[in-house]
């Protein structure tokens, strides 16, 4: 167990080192399981980023705070999502999609991102394994030559814990309104990802692990769609619908087929994150 996380990293670079061998061939061949183990955790940690971004609307209105940029913002939605699924140290399955996760972004090329809000990708990386390593310094020892020195990735491991405790988290016993999950038919050619996101259980874990923790007092979605000919149509993204009245807004976390599918064929090549 102690070097699970380097062989589990190791292995996830080898497999996106070599070039995409379903890219050369068009596409076409099924991902392979290492590929889908990886495509499952990064589309964890960007489904829980921007649940990350709906709990900071809904619940603490921090989206409005004055003093905060967007690259804070996304900053702390990314926080949000490693506490949300910090694996313990004898979670194997947990542990891999997070490295996968952190491996992903390792494997973006900054160059090609445009109107990019969040912090570099391989920045995201280094706080993912900064908050894992912060999380339990004592079973993640091997993690720390790869945390930036300066960072006391404990202190902010444990403020953040703290705070999301404090300020979201809901300890009353009720629950709130029920998140609806919404599964759009896939259109032509995103059959695939649409089948590998209802295999994952990603919606699903994430509606559970929402509900349970924190008191929702709005009508909450979680719809994955056939993004095709919309603005961010290679991404997931979070959208606070309007009512005429506050209480009746509308959230909505999106997640786009063409993103999964994308991820499945090529790995992190080429792509142009514009989640937000
Ligand atoms: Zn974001």
Redesign the pocket.
């Known amino acids: 167990m102690r070097s699970f996380w380097i062989s589990a990293l190791a292995s996830v670079l080898m497999v996106f080192a070599a070039p995409a061998a379903s890219h050369a061939q068009g596409g076409s061949a099924p991902a392979s399981a290492e590929t889908e183990n990886f495509v499952r955790g990064f589309v964890r940690f960007l489904a829980y ?2 649940a ?2 709906l709990l900071m609307t809904q619940i603490a209105d921090l989206n409005n705070n004055p003093d905060w940029s967007q690259s804070d ?2 900053d702390y ?2 926080k949000f999502a490693m506490i949300l699924l910090r694996p313990d140290a004898n979670d194997p399955d947990g542990l891999e999609e997070i490295v996968n996760a952190a491996a992903g972004w390792l494997q973006v090329d900054d160059s090609i991102i445009r109107n990019e ?2 912090a570099p990708a391989s920045q995201r990386a280094s706080d993912i394994l900064c908050l894992l390593y912060g999380s339990d310094p004592e079973a993640f020892a091997d993690l720390r030559d790869l945390t930036d020195p300066s960072m006391d990735c404990v202190g902010i491991y444990q403020a953040m814990e703290r705070e999301i405790r404090e300020v979201f988290q809901d300890y009353s016993g009720e629950m709130g309104q029920e998140i609806n999950i919404v599964y759009a038919r896939p259109t032509l050619g995103m059959k695939a990802a649409h089948d590998f996101l209802r295999a994952s259980g990603v919606v699903e874990d994430l509606k559970d692990d929402i509900e349970f923790d924190f008191y929702l007092t709005n009508k909450t979605t979680i719809q994955a769609i056939s993004c095709d000919g919309r603005v961010k149509s290679d991404s997931f993204y ?1 959208d606070r619908v309007r009512a005429a009245s506050p209480e009746d807004d509308h959230f909505v976390i999106t997640l786009c087929y063409e993103m999964i599918d994308a991820r499945l064929k090529y790995g992190m090549k080429g792509f142009e994150d514009q ?2």
């Open positions: 980023h921007e990350g971004h913002r996304e939605a990314d809000p969040h979070f989640a937000q």
